[in-house]
Each structure stands twice: as C-alpha cells, then as structure tokens.
C-alpha cells in the first residue's frame, strides 16, 4: 500500500447514491467540485467516518480507514482526520482560542502548550484578536477562520475541507489561496470543496467533478478546463459545450444543427467553443464564417474590462459570448433583440465524448 | 338519598378519623338507607389534618363540617376547648395487640420480648394517639426497645410486619383483624392493656343540627354499634352490645 | 450505532432501569389480582379514578398556561433576584407535601391570607371543592413545568426567532409557530412530569382539599384508605395508577408531541 | 428589552408566581417564630436536617449517575418500545409515596424480590439504614433527572459530537467535553428538581426506610411527626427546609453551573 | 420624504462601533462590501430592526422605520422588511415548504395559497423537488436557496441579503446574478452583503465599502473601481493602491520611495497602477522606465490565461504584477527570488485622497 489516499465510497443518504473513487498522492490537494446536492459535503463526512460505507474502502497513508468488504471501520476519532465543515461547526460553549486548542487537548497537549499553540493558529488566521470570543459573537468570516485553524491545529494528514473560504473576506480568501499551500505543508493530502472556480483552478492538484453521487470528470484541473465532458464544468470554466457527433469536418449537434470545424474525427464528441471565440452582431455578418447563427442576447455581465453576453439559441443551449464593453455599447446588447453569433470554425476544440 | 324539604338532599359531612375508614363507610350507607333525604359525605383523613382542617374554618361554607369524629381525646379536646363542637360522646373503643407475621418467626411472647435486642420492632409515633397507648403500655411494663422505627400511623407498623421487615409491633386489635390472617396477635396482659377511646360530637354551628345528631345517636344506637363491632372495636362501655 | 456501542449503552443505562424498574416489576409480582376485579368495581374506585384523571389534566394543562409564561420570564428576562426566584419556584418540591397543603390552607382557605377575600368577595370557598383538588395538584407540579420548560428555552437559538420576525411574525406569532414547536420536547418531559406529579399528588390534596369520596377523594387518597383497611387492595388500586399513566402517557405524548412540531 | 415588553411578560408571570409564591408568603406570616428557637434545637431536629442533607445530596448526585446513561439511551438509540421504557420511567412520580416505599421493600425489603438475595447473600438490609434512605430518594427523584436530561439531549445539535469526534476526542471526550457542557442548562435544572423531591421526600422513605430517630429519620419525616402533635412546630420545620433549599439552589447553582460549563 | 431608502444607523455591538450612512433609490441595488468583521452584518441587522439604533434614523419608502432621537421604533415585523441571514437560520422544525410560506402565512394568507406560492419560489430557485425535506437534511447550497426563496416570497420592499450566494454552485451562482434583478423586481430596496467582487460589479448600482464599521468608501462600482480609497477596495478590484504626496510629476510615497506620474497634482493624493502596467525582470530592466524597484517574487497565481505574481518590495506594500503564464515560465518566477519591477509612468492613475 503506498502513501496517499485510495479511496472508493458508496454510501447513501435520503435519496443520494454517492459512490466516487479518489486518489491523491501525499501532499496533493484534491479540488472537489459540483452542482448544489452532487454529494459533496455527504463525500467528505464519509471520509472522515461519519457515515459508514455501505462498500468500498479508505486508506490513507498505509493505513486501512475503512473497508466494507471486511466491515473494518476506524471510528472518527482514530483517523488521521480533520474536517472543516461546511456550516463550521465551532462549539458554542467555548471560546474561539478553546475551540482551536480543542483537537490538542484531545491528543493530550497540555493546557499551556494547547493554548500558546492555539493562539498561533488564530494570530495566522488573522483572528488572533478575537481569541477570547464566544463563536455566537463571532462574525461570519472570523468564525469561518477559527474553524480552519481549528482543523489546521491538529495537523491531520487528510484535512477535508468544505468551502473553507465561503465567508471569507476578499483579501483573506487571496491570503488563504497563497498561504494555504504552505499552511497544508507536508505530505498530507487535502481534498478541497470549493464553488470557487478559481480556487479550484489555483489550488487543486487534481480536479474531481461530482454530480448526482457519481464522478462525470477527474485530471488535472487544466485538461478538465480544455475538456469539459459536462455542461456544469463548462460553466465552472466558463466555455461553451457543445455535444454532438463527429463527421470529419464537423459536428451534427445533438440539439441539431450543424458546427463547422475541421478535424472534428468521427463518433460521439464534445466540441467546446471559448467565449472568446463568439462573435456578436447586429446585422447578418459578411465575409464568410461558417458557424452563423440567429438568436436573442439575453443578458450581459460586465466582468471588468470584459463583457459576456448570452445568446439564446432556438431549441438550443446557449451560447456566451465575449466582447469589449464598447461593443455592448456599439451594438446596444443591453437592449436584447436578434443577434447574429459567429464561431470561427478554427477556435473550435473538439474532442472524443 | 333522597327529598329534603327544599327538595334537595340534605348533606351531611363527617370528619371521621382514617382508621376509622371501613366501619364508617358502612355506618354511613346504613345511615343513608335508615334515614332517606340524608346523604353523608365522609371526609377520611389523620386525625391532626382534621383537627388542622377544622381549625383552618373547614367549619362551613363550601363544605361544612356536620360532625367529627376523632381517634383519641386529646385532638377532641382541642376541638372542644376552642368552642368548635358541642360536648363529645365516646362511640368506641379499642384494645391495643401485638401484631407478629404468621408464624411469629421472632417468637415474641408478651410485651416483655419487645426490649429483646436483635428484634426488629416497629411502633407507632408518640405523635399520633396509638404511639401514646403503646408508649403507656411500655412504660407500664417497664420495657425501653432499643431503636425502634416509629411510625407515622399504626397502619404503617402493620404493614411493615406484614412485609416481614419487622418481628413484632404493637397496633389495634382492629388491625389485626383488618389484616385478615396476614397478622397474628400475641395476648397483651390486661394489667398491660391500654383502651383507646374514641369521641365524637357535632359541630357548633352546624347547619344541620338534627341530621347531624341523629348520625351521632346511629353510631351509638345497636345498629351502629354492631357495625362497629363488626370492625373489631369494643363498646363505649366497656361491655359488648347486645345484638 | 455499532453492536458494541449499543452493549456499553445498556450496560450503563441498566442500574437506573434498575432502580425503577424492579419495584414496579415486585409490586405487579406481588398484587393480588384475583382481587383486582372486585376491587375495581367498588363504587369509590371508579369515581377515584375519574376525578384523579380530569384533575390531573386540568391541573397539568395549568401548569402549561401558569408555567409558560414565567418559564419565558425566567429565561429571557434578566434581573436581580432571577436565581433567587428560580430557587422559590422549586420550593413547593421541597416542602413536604402536607405542609405544602398546610401552606395551601393558610394561603386559600377559607380563613387564609388571600382565602378570606375569595371567600367573602366572591364567594369562592376552594377547600373540598374538587377546584382545590386542581389548584393542590398545580401547586406541586408548576415547578416541574418551569424548571424543565426553562432549561428548554434555554438551550434555544435565539436568531431562529429573530428570523421568524424579520418575515413579519408578531411576538405571539413567533412564540406559536416557533419557540413552542422548538421547545416541545422540553415542554413535553416537563408536562409529563407534572402531570404525572399531579395525577400522584396525596398529601397536599388530603390536607387542602380533603378526602370526601366522589368530590375530592382522588385515587392516591383512596389508595391511602385503602391501605388503613386493606393494604393489599392498596397495591392493586397503585397499579391501576401506574396503568393508567403509561397508557395516557404513551398515547398522549404521540399525539401532542406531534401537533405541536406539526 | 422594551418596558412594554417586560410588563407584559411580568403580567403573564405573575398568575404561575402568586401560586407558588402566596403559600410560601402564608407559611412564613403564619409561622411561630417565636417558637423556632426552641423548636430548632429539640434534640432530633439538627440530626434530622443533617441526615436530610446528606442523604439528599447523596440521592440527587446517585440520580445523576444513573440517570445519565438512561436519558442518553432514551434520547440517542432508537428501539422498540422506547416510549414504554420512557413512560415507565415516569412512573415513580404517579406512584403514591406510600405505594412506592412499599414497592420498594417488596423489591428490596429482607423479603424481597432482590432484597432477600442482598439480606442473605451481602447481609445488605436495606430497610432502617441511611442507605434506604438514599435509596427511597433517589428511586422518586429519578425520573425528574432523566426526563429531564433526555429532553435537553434530544434539542441538541448532534453535529456538534461529529465535529468533535473528527478533531480526535474519543466517545468519553466528547460527552464530557461537548455533550456534557450544551446539556448543563437541562441537567441542572434536572438535578436541582431531583435534588429537591429527594429534599422533600417522605411517603417512600418512611415506608421504606422507616422513621429512627438518628439513623433514618429525615427532616420532612419529623415535620409529618410534629404535625400529628403540633401543627406550628412543623410549620417551623417546613420553613427550615425551604430555607436550607433555597440556600443550596442559590448558592450551588452557580457554582455547578459554571463549574460544568468552564 | 421621498421613496427609497435613507438611512444613518449608529449602533454597538462588543467593540464595534458602526456608524453609517446608506442611501438607495427605489430600485435600487446597493452592494456593502468590507473585510470580515466590518459590521455588514450587523448594518443589516440593525436596519431590519434587530438591534437598536443608538443614534441615526432609518426611512424606507417616506415610512420612518427608526429614530433614536425620538424614540420611534418599529419592531422588524412591521417593517417591510426581510432579510436573508448570513447563517441562513432556516427553521430546523419546517420542512422547505413551509420555511418559505412562514412569511405569507404571517401576512394572512392561506395555507393552500402560501404553500402554491411558496412551491411556485423553490421552483424558481431550483429546489422544488426538496420542498418536503427539513433542512437538516438538506445539502448547503439547497439551505441557501431555500433561505433565498423564503425571504424573496414576502416581496419585501427592502431586501437585506447578507452573502445570498456563498454556498451556491457557479451555475447557480450564474443563473442567480441573471436572474436577481428580475427576481427582486419592483421598486423596492435591495442591500447585498457579498465577498465577490464580480457580484458587486454587476449586480450593484452602488457599492458602499465598510471598513471598521464606518464607511471608508462609497459610490457606483466602476467609480470604486477606478479609484480605490483603501489598500482592502484596491485588493477587492484587483489593483495596486500607493498613498502619498503629490509633487506634480510624481508622488513622494508615504511608505518611502518615488512614483514617477506626470499630472499628478500636489497634496495628499492616491495612486493607482494595475497589475497589467507593472513588469518583472530577472535582470535590472534596460531602456527607460523611470519607476523601478527591486523585490522578491513571493506568489504565482495562475487565472486561466493570465497570470499574477506578487512581488514583496522592502517595506512597502507589495505590488501585484499581471504576466502571462509563458512568462512564468520564462522568468522561473514559480522559484522566488530577486526580481526587479518596472511601472510605466504613464499607466499610473492619480487622484487626491
Ligand atoms: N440526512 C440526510 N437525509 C436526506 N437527504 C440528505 C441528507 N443529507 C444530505 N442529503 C441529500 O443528499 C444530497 C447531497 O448532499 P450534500 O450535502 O453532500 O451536497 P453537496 O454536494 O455538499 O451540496 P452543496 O454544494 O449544496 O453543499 C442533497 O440532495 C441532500 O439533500
Ligand atoms: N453579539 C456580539 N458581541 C460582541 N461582538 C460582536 C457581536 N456581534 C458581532 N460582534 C463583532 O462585531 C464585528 C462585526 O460583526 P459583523 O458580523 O457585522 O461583521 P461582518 O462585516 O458581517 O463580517 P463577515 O464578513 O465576517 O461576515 C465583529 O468583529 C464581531 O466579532
Ligand atoms: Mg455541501
Ligand atoms: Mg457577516
């Protein structure tokens, strides 16, 4: 058994399935992301033993967590784990300092020593001023930050964390992304929640999608942008997804229509078409695209120095488009109404579904 | 029940000590059956809470009390020296026993036994009339028991030897009998004996002087008195009744 | 829940189940029941256990009305004196149940401190009435209710309340549709606990409201009769007791429970 | 906190406090205090509070041991019949006093059920020893504690024990350190009231235990007596008791509360 | 009085002291946003009536909700108020439904009709299908739609929302910032508490910054944008902010140092550079720019195609540079150590403080 995590877990509740592999080498951050209700939160509390499997198995380091088949299970407590809820979870009756020294009480650390370690943790975190608080008068973001450093103060070699940065102003959350890395130091593996994509994309060594229970992605969180396989992680990455199947030198899409792009192969496929790659305009575009189609802007976000505009298509999923806020202007998108889309045929990346 | 004049029931209530509680709930529906448009409401309760009760203006109004009938003197007295009743009459009387479980394991043989160290003895306490009787009987019998558990009634000491906790006890001859074989008695000496009296009167300003005396003048009537000896107690007298 | 968390649960729950489970288990093993019928259907015993049921209801829906409010009180009002307050509250626990009557009697009765008013104003004579039956039993199950209620409310989350109001629920409103759902399970135990308290009440009710058969004679009294004459009758007519509580206690509890958190 | 509030909450608290408050007022006006000297220093009254103390004490702290575990089991593993056992368990409090001490001696008496086994096997005699006492007490406080406690367990956020079970506490951790610190509000409002029936207890125990002056006779034992002799003196007695109580509920509160709570 | 919202609210809660002055046109999107711990929170507490006002006045659509100088105080159920909480509070003893119908049910309206409604809410926030669940077993980003529908289904006439999407998926979260206005339509209020700066961009027509419980900045989003008053605003849109002393073609630093910046005026003046005008050298740049400093590269981010580098400089704030990834690459900037940075004087903005 190598170093590292090697899990597989199915386990229910309510209605959830949830049965996904994950892998992670010593000192590797897993990002797990997902729709609302993919089983996200369920995955983690089953890794850290608060939900039996009903199969698979757990090791972590050598060491066998948790296996059905044999129905060994290592209760909570005896796994080298710590858990950032999602909903935090400090306790109530203690204070923020109390709550950080809690899990090195448990392991035996002295009052003293607990408490000067304690008080480290929450100075890193940028809370080292509200130590002597109660969690109920606790700001959502402070609170958010004692309940990472109480999951970092006992130094798990998995820390499972549950959208640790939800509340978390922006200037921590930046903190946070530069520091967590040395922060998680060593060869602990960390498997990371997150709806933040760039979190996700910064952080994460490998990328897990879920959805409904079951993993629809895993690779590297730069092959997973470059090849969404569904229309979720398309927007998380903020691309177009297009399925369909392959005819050579294009695509006949699943919601009909035709998709112009060369080397397009044969059989099932995912084409993905960047924002960028979009054209918008007002009247039938000349020249010669061969990606032309008619639909309706529909909404327009400014992104800074950038503009999405969505287009829907008839019978279609939509398209999104970027353009320079002048363009909005230029072409009063604000304003809704018929557009003409342009997808270069080139910028078109099509791969094997 | 039945008609009274105003064409209600006329009611009777009577303060009646507890251990007087089978005798006079038989006396009470004889009563009634003798004496239609009369209903009679017992009150059971010790002694001192009646007294008490009596004392704290249960004297009238919502329920009035008619007549009172007490387990010892002393209480009665009480009543009387507060101008609460009219002068009392004693309706019964009882011999104290000692009460042994079946079998007597102890083997208690008179109240001599009773200072035997090792028995377990249970008495009644000297605040409640029973306690007083038997604490005269020791005292005439010149006998100290070690340690014994005093009770808050004599009800208490018979069901503790019933229960087998305790060797020996003394209680009523009435308790005895009430206890229908689960008791025995052992003979008290008549030198040793104490008779308990038990006085009854009405109450001054009562609202019903001539049901309430008429109730009064049952219990004591051969009737009344048949009942009572039913119940194991002696005559006011000090002679059986004759039937 | 392992098997061996389970074996470890019952071996340490099983001194208490115990303690109160071998007396009941002795007398049931004890009673006479070849006697139980005839016992039954004494005249008295019917009507005892008629009177103890509605009294015990009666005074345990009481001690919700009377107990509720100073629960709140005692929970979210904070003044000088709360714990001492909260020490009185259990007093009438403490006192002996007799003197709580005694108490009951120099209070309400008929001569009493606020008695006397009732009685010459109003005309409202409580000793021997059934009413003071009702009023006894409250007095000594209210701080079951207030105590257990308070703990409850205690334990509760504020914000949820400040929530409901910011959605436009009134005080009342608040407290109907979520504080009392909140507080049910410690509102439950703490009327069940009072009402049992009630519905075993004896000393209290024999000294402030008397022991007249089919008025206020309630079937903890005629137990306490019973055992002048017959203690085994005594045992049968506890039993009755005991029956009658798990039977309403069990049925009950399903149905209130629910209807509050509905 | 506007005044409006307080005044209406005061109004509807104020019914549950006068019912509880005017009695004790009354016992208190009524009371021969010049008398109290005399009565507090006969010769039993200092053994009887004594022993009253400590037995209570003793009963109360034995309700909490065995009481604990039972409401955990009650509020925490899910089984058939689990409102029975609850409604069981309330039983003690419907139970007579009287009917209680004597299940308790046909349970545990020298001819008991188990107590013939403890009286042969252990020379154990239950019966006339302080140790029955404490037994009486805590076999009617009981049900207070657990009722109590497993209400308060089932309003708290199991997640909480989740939490403190991934930060490495072991079962017996986080109960004392989590569950045992949320729940202090229920528990020592169940202790305080089991202390106080334990107090003022005395059907079960003089039936059980009996009534030695010195060994096993307990202040509310020598109130019933004066009662039968003098009902002024027991009036003393009684306000001797809630004195001490109120002193102990005031004064320990605190301390406990806090003491569970650090 | 007009309609819309006025507000100064002075309250305390602990050590904060929050003083702050809001004001919002009917219709109006205002967005608060700050580090943790600012007092956003406890702003919209405080205007929902939760708290007292210790000085101020509150008027929402010509009605004074509050006044501490008169001592007028509507309590918040008779303010037209609702307010989505930052912990959500949904109630643990209703099931999705009948939290989101709390609210009609309150104003009178039947059960059959608040229950049609409320479902037509979970609906429309995508959590139809949980309506019977307790929240206990509902998954975070469920909780929050929930709490989202509960408080949109009074149609409250301000709309107080601390954080609304935090535990939403990107899609969600997209489908959400589309769709907000629409949802929240009407001329009411609406008061958004959010750590995303792209939320605030885009869904706010005013962005009011708290720092400390005061009010440190205020004004349209592209105006904060531009001209950060605060090292935290900078940081929340992404640029560098120096303070310092005008001297007309520069700025004297007040950290110590020079910023070359023709026009940059005299007195107390702000100066902004985007990460995009400054550039990292692993040589002493060549040619003319006349801002060059030497620092220490501390952190790489990569954001899709572009990537940010933080170059700690000798006690001064660090400065953030925009490269591309190939640059990374180039300059080894993943490894840390010396480089030197240069800022084009002519991409610096500068504005009196
Ligand atoms: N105890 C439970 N009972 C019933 N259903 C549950 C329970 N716990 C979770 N679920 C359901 O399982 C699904 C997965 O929940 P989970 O919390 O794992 O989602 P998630 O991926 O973390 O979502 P989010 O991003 O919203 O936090 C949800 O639909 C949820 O409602
Ligand atoms: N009841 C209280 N007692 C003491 N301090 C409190 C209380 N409530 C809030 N505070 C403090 O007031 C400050 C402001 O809290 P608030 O919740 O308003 O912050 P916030 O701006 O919402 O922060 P976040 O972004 O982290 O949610 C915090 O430092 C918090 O600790
Ligand atoms: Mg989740
Ligand atoms: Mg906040």
Redesign the pocket.
């Known amino acids: 058994m190598t170093a590292g995590l090697s899990a597989v877990v199915a386990a229910e509740?309510?209605?959830?399935r949830l049965d996904v592999a994950l892998d992670a080498l010593p000192g590797e951050v897993v990002a797990v992301v997902?729709?609302?209700?993919?089983?996200?939160?369920?995955?983690l509390r089953a890794l850290a033993g608060l939900i039996p499997l009903t199969a698979g198995r757990v090791v972590m380091g050598g060491t066998v967590l948790e296996d059905a088949a044999t129905g060994h299970r290592l209760p909570p407590e005896q796994r080298p784990v710590a858990l950032v809820f999602?909903d935090r979870l400090l306790f109530p009756h203690l204070s923020a300092l109390d709550n950080v020294a809690f899990g090195l009480r448990c392991q035996g650390v002295r009052r003293a020593e607990a408490g000067r370690r304690a008080q480290a943790w929450l100075d890193r975190l940028g809370v080292g001023h509200r130590a002597a608080s109660r969690p109920a008068t606790l700001s959502g973001g402070e609170a958010q930050r004692v309940a990472l450093a109480r999951a970092l103060a006992v130094e798990p070699a998995l820390l499972l964390l549950?959208?640790p940065l939800a509340a978390l102003d922006v200037e921590a959350r930046a903190a946070l992304r530069r520091e967590l890395r040395p922060l998680m130091a060593g060869a602990g593996v960390r498997v990371l929640?997150t709806?933040d994509p760039l979190q996700a994309m910064i952080l994460a060594d490998r990328l897990v999608v879920?959805e409904h229970?079951r993993v629809v992605q895993h690779g590297k969180p730069r092959e997973v942008a470059e090849r969404p396989r569904s229309p979720w992680v398309a927007e998380l990455v903020g691309v177009n997804l297009l399925r369909g199947h392959g005819r050579d030198d294009g695509v006949e899409l699943a919601d009909g229509g035709w998709l112009a792009a060369p080397g397009a192969g044969r059989g099932p496929v995912l084409a993905v078409v960047h924002p960028r790659a979009v054209a918008v305009h007002r009247r039938p575009p000349e020249g010669s695209p061969r990606n032309v189609w008619l639909g309706r802007s529909e909404a327009v976000e400014l992104l800074g120095d950038r503009a999405r505009v969505r287009v829907a298509l008839d019978g279609r999923p939509p398209l999104v488009a970027e353009v320079t806020p002048a363009a909005v202007a230029d072409l009063a998108l604000h304003e809704g109404g018929q557009v003409w889309v342009t997808v270069k045929a080139t910028e078109v990346r099509v791969f094997p579904a | 029940g039945g008609e009274g004049h105003d064409g209600r029931a006329t009611r009777l209530t009577v303060f009646a000590a507890a251990s007087l509680t089978e005798a006079f709930e038989v006396l009470a529906s004889d009563f009634e059956a003798a004496h239609p448009g009369i209903d009679v409401d017992l009150h059971l309760a010790g002694t001192p809470t009646l007294v008490f009760q009596l004392q704290q203006g249960a004297t009238a109004g919502s329920l009035p009390a008619d007549v009172v009938a007490t387990a010892d003197d002393a209480s009665m007295q009480e009543l009387v020296e507060a101008g609460m009743v009219a002068p009392p009459v004693v309706f019964a009387r009882n011999r104290l026993a000692i009460a042994v479980p079946p079998g007597n394991p102890g083997g208690v043989g008179g109240v001599g036994d009773l200072g035997r160290p090792g028995l377990r003895v249970a008495l009644a306490d000297p605040a409640v009339p029973a306690g007083r009787y038997t604490a005269e009987v020791l005292a005439r019998a010149g006998v100290e028991v070690p340690r014994p558990s005093r009770e808050p009634s004599v009800k208490a000491v018979a069901t503790r030897i019933e229960l087998g906790e305790a060797d020996a006890g003394v209680v009523y001859a009435t308790d005895v009998r009430a206890a229908r074989g689960r008791l025995d008695a052992v003979h008290i000496l008549a030198d040793d004996d104490v008779v308990a009296r038990y006085p009854m009167a009405t109450m001054v300003g009562t609202e019903r002087p001539e049901a309430a005396e008429a109730f009064v003048a049952f219990v004591r009537s051969a009737p009344g008195q048949e009942v009572l000896a039913g119940a194991g107690f002696l005559p006011p007298a000090g002679e059986p009744v004759a039937g | 829940m392992t098997p061996r968390r389970g074996a470890l649960a019952l071996a340490l729950a099983l001194p208490g189940a115990a303690l109160v489970g071998l007396p009941l288990v002795a007398l049931v093993w004890k009673a006479p029941w070849s006697r139980a019928i005839e016992l039954l259907a004494a005249p008295g015993a019917l009507a005892a256990l008629r009177l103890s049921l509605v009294s015990s209801m009666v005074a345990a829906a009481l001690t919700v009305v009377l107990g509720l409010p100073l629960a709140w009180v005692q929970a979210r009002v904070a003044y000088r004196g709360r714990g001492l307050v909260r020490a009185l509250i259990t007093l009438p626990v403490v006192l002996p149940p007799v003197s709580g009557g005694v108490a009951l009697l120099v209070a309400f009765g008929r001569r009493g401190l606020v008695g006397q008013w009732l009685d010459r104003g109003l005309g409202l004579g409580l000793p021997f009435t059934p009413a003071g039956v009702v009023l006894a039993q409250t007095f000594v199950a209210l701080p079951f209710l207030v105590l257990t209620t308070e703990a409850g409310l205690r334990a509760l989350d504020t914000r949820l309340e400040d929530a409901a109001r910011t959605l436009g629920a009134s005080r009342a409103e608040v407290f109907r549709r979520v504080t009392l759902p909140l507080l049910a399970p410690s509102l439950a135990a703490g009327a069940a606990l009072s009402w049992a308290r009630a519905l075993g009440e004896f000393g209290a009710t024999i000294t402030f409201a008397g022991n007249v058969a089919g008025r206020t004679q309630t079937l903890p009294l005629a137990v306490f009769l019973a055992l002048q004459g017959d203690p085994e009758s005594a045992v049968v007519l506890s039993l009755v007791l005991v029956g009658v509580s798990v039977a309403v206690l069990v049925g009950l509890r399903r149905h209130w429970v629910l209807g509050l958190v509905r």
């Open positions: 509740v309510g209605e959830l997902g729709p609302n209700g993919a089983g996200k939160s369920t995955l999602q549950d959208e929640v709806h879920l229970g």
